[in-house]
């Protein structure tokens, strides 16, 4: 029942934001971007609270046998960590963007889509990771070093500078199976040309971005894998933070060069996650609250390190 009220939700919320809210497209200003991002955040927040009270009066199956408060802590400590690996998917997003020209009008469009099929992605990927590592415990052997492996490679790579979405195997295929039009037809994924309909750069765009955001799913879910194995958890703190995305994408990506100090975060993050996974595969486990300490103050160090940085640079310029 929890689950289909959870759902339902969410449904809501998308269907208001692109029926109502954003029912005509426009520009977003960086005002109204970070105001729906402050909302999108008070409503992952304010739902920790009904994660209190649902397992507190046991209206769902509790499978690892969580406090209330622990349950409370799980899900914050999962939506931070998908929140902080969602700034590397902003990035992606707007090279995305920009390679296929797709006006700031339409792109809100294109990601309501894209977190639509994200969040149906998410949920058979997060039964399917949720089934086999509690079938196969040593799994948590292979997730844990995997996320230790991300982290090294995050470390000494960097962004993907030379990112080209055009280049890539993925919009060569898709050239092949369907024709693509070189003109944008305002917020239609399909139109006519010459009596042949053919797909438009905002339906290329989807496409990219929904097979970019499996990839990185293949990191934040092992990562929440490795805070709590509760599934209703994972999935509800994941959606929670991908339902923001789309604000936080047109809030931060004109300012992400402003924040690139963030991607050391993610590397502790990460490593930190990792060694927890592999730790418990010894029955050894680290206190909720340490973790949330953690990634919290991961996240902070890394804002503030970005704004001082920041400052630095504008006083030398």
């Known amino acids: 029942m929890i689950w289909i009220l959870f759902i339902g939700l969410v449904l809501l919320f998308l269907a208001l934001d692109l029926g109502v809210f954003n029912k005509n497209a426009h520009v977003i200003s960086n005002k109204e971007a970070g105001i729906w991002t402050v909302v999108w955040v008070s409503v992952a927040m304010l739902f920790s609270v009904a994660i209190y009270f649902i397992y507190k009066n046991e209206w769902i199956a509790n499978v690892e046998g969580l406090t209330p408060s622990k349950a409370m802590i799980k899900y914050i400590t999962g939506y931070l960590i998908e929140l902080s690996l969602s700034v590397d998917n902003i990035f992606v997003i707007a090279v995305i963007f920009s ?12 990601l309501f889509w894209g977190i639509l099929g994200a969040i149906i992605f998410r949920a058979a990927m997060i039964i399917f990771g949720v089934t086999l590592i509690n079938k196969f415990e040593w799994l948590t052997y292979i997730f844990g070093g995997f996320l ?5 490679k995050m470390l000494f790579s960097g962004h993907e500078e030379g990112y080209n ?3 890539s ?4 295929q898709i050239s092949k199976i369907i024709p ?4 944008i037809h305002k917020e239609h994924f399909f139109v006519r040309e010459n009596g042949k309909r053919i797909a438009t750069p905002l339906l290329v765009a989807l496409i990219i971005i929904e097979f970019t955001d499996i990839l990185f799913a293949l990191d934040s879910i092992p990562a929440i894998l ?4 509760d599934s209703f958890l994972v999935f509800s703190s994941n959606i929670m933070a991908i339902l923001g995305l789309r604000s936080m994408y047109f809030f931060l990506a004109n300012m992400l060069k402003k924040f690139e100090m963030l991607h050391y ?9 990792g060694v927890k996974l592999i730790l418990a595969g010894f029955d050894i486990e680290v206190e909720e609250w340490v973790s949330l300490v953690v990634i919290g103050a991961s996240l902070l160090f890394g804002i503030l390190l970005s704004l001082l940085s920041g400052k630095k640079n504008t006083e030398a310029e």
């Open 165 to 167: 979405p055009k280049e």
């Open 265 to 273: 975060s993610l590397v502790v993050i990460l490593s930190f996650v």
């Open 169 to 172: 195997f993925l919009y060569k």
């Open 180 to 183: 693509v039009s070189k003109e």
């Open 148 to 152: 230790m492996y991300t982290a090294i």
């Open 226 to 229: 490795g805070i709590t194995r």
């Open 99 to 110: 390679s296929f020209k797709i006006p700031q009008k339409y792109q809100h469009r294109v």
